[in-house]
């Protein structure tokens, strides 16, 4: 058995404690014995037991000082006195400040972008600013562009929550009726036209639940990006910038993107530069890859509240299967009056086969297999975990039990291994 370590640690008004957890099945328990704390701007309560497993990196900041106890094997866990919370602070107390101008002038609130390179912290920040603005009773729009890792549903996917409470210390932000787009890959770069179709899409949907909803609309919005930001990568965000009509980016440590979003945006929209913390990690590929299996596993499976998903078959003649993205063809040999890049957005009928096996199919609230399956929230997600040609069916791994809703399935790139 391994020995249980265990750390008490004081820190300093304006401090963090970082720490990490590593190793395959460890379990960090986190406390604070006294004083003030808060994780990525969701306050902890004092001596409640918080637990952190594999894969976790976090930090607790305290404004006024405090005592925290781990418990647990920690790989990396150390305290800092440098961190750029109070620059974060007063981003938020300038949208803050746009919150109050929107409610006495009876227009929107600010709609705020945070972009940047992988890994400088977005997600992090995104986190803390919506925390900040629920603790003061708003109620912002949280959109995740991020198709990489899908933080409101899962990886390629884009979505839309309202945040009514801060982010759970476990389990993040709850996930009551989210808007869910279908991309079906893990970069916008392997099918610019439909990501640049869904972002505006998902733009307009929220614009016009604001017009019904005035404490959402003057609240704003704070939207979360990819961390592609070269080339075409910056061609899309300022594509999203456009779409939802920002009003303020956040360019977390990155000059060049800095200066060319100051030199190309409309001189309404606010560029601010931000430093990322030093606590941020940097993931490899493999954690990458490891995190995005997590999200779907943590979608079927749960998280802290287990699901119990349920697994059936299902008849190839049942099923309606399609992707989106028929293969690109020159002009010249496009049927008349129609664009290449149409065939992007176009959906395609899938045979089934044994290429299905592990693949995730999102399922559309669409009637029909035409631009509206694009367009539709989604309704959710199945896997499907084997096929079996010779009875001609596929089994299915659902949060839902049977019968599959008669509606179109659209098929993701993603995979997902079921060894639950
Ligand atoms: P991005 O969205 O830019 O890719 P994230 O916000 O996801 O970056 O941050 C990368 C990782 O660093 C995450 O696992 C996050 O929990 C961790 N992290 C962020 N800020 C800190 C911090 N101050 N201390 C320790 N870990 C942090």
């Not at 969701?42 to 607790?60: D, I, M, Q, S």
């Not at 016009?208 to 080339?231: D, F, L, Q, Y």
């Not at 001189?267 to 999200?295: I, N």
């Not at 596993?297 to 309606?320: A, Q």
Request: include cysteine; hydrophobic fraction near 40%; glycine fraction near 6%.
């Amino acid at each position: 058995m391994t020995e249980v370590q265990l750390q008490e640690i004081k820190l300093e008004p304006d401090s963090e404690l970082r720490f990490e957890v590593e190793s395959k099945n460890e379990k960090v328990v986190l406390e604070v014995k006294s004083g003030y704390a808060e994780l990525f701007g969701t306050e902890l309560v004092k001596a409640k037991p918080y637990e952190f497993h594999t894969g976790a990196k976090v930090a607790v900041f305290t404004w006024h000082g405090c005592t925290v106890e781990l418990r647990g094997r920690t790989e990396v866990s150390y305290v800092a006195k440098e961190t750029p919370m109070v620059v974060y602070l007063n981003v938020h107390a300038a949208l803050e400040q746009q919150r109050v101008a929107a409610e006495q002038e009876n227009t929107r609130g600010p709609v705020t972008m945070i972009v940047g390179p992988g890994d400088v912290g977005k997600s992090t920040l995104t986190r803390i600013l919506l925390n900040y603005a629920v603790r003061m009773g708003r109620r912002p729009i949280f959109v995740d562009l991020d198709v990489g890792q899908g933080h409101i549903s899962i990886p390629g996917t884009i979505g839309a929550l309202l945040v009514e409470r801060p982010a759970s210390i476990e389990e993040g932000f709850s996930q009551q009726a989210p808007l869910v787009y279908h991309f079906g890959h893990k970069s916008p770069n392997e099918n610019l036209e439909l990501y640049n179709t869904i972002v505006s899409r998902l733009a307009e949907v929220i614009a016009e639940r604001c017009e019904h909803n005035k404490k959402a609309s003057t609240s704003g919005v704070i939207i979360n990006t990819c961390g592609w930001v070269k080339g075409a990568g910056y061609k899309v965000l300022t594509h999203a910038a456009q779409a939802f009509e920002v009003d303020v980016i956040l360019v977390l440590d990155n000059e060049r993107l800095y200066n060319e979003l100051k030199r190309d945006m409309p001189k309404f929209v606010k560029v601010v530069y931000l430093p990322k913390s030093g606590g941020v990690v940097e993931r490899s590929t493999s954690q990458r890859a490891e995190l995005r299996d997590g999200r779907i596993r943590e979608y079927f499976y749960g998280k802290r509240t287990p699901y119990y998903p349920h697994s059936f078959d299902v008849k190839f003649s049942d099923l309606k299967i399609y992707k989106v993205g028929a293969p690109s063809l020159p002009d010249s040999c496009m049927p008349l009056g129609m664009r290449a890049e149409e065939a992007l957005t176009k959906l395609v009928p899938v045979w089934a086969s044994a290429a299905l096996a592990h693949r995730i199919l999102a399922v559309s609230f669409s009637p029909a297999a035409d631009e509206l399956a694009l367009h539709s929230n989604l309704a959710g997600f199945v896997c499907v975990t084997a096929v079996d040609m010779e009875r001609q069916t596929l089994t299915i791994l659902s949060p839902q039990p049977r019968p599959l809703p008669n509606t179109i399935l659209l098929l993701s790139e993603l995979q997902y291994m079921d060894n639950h």
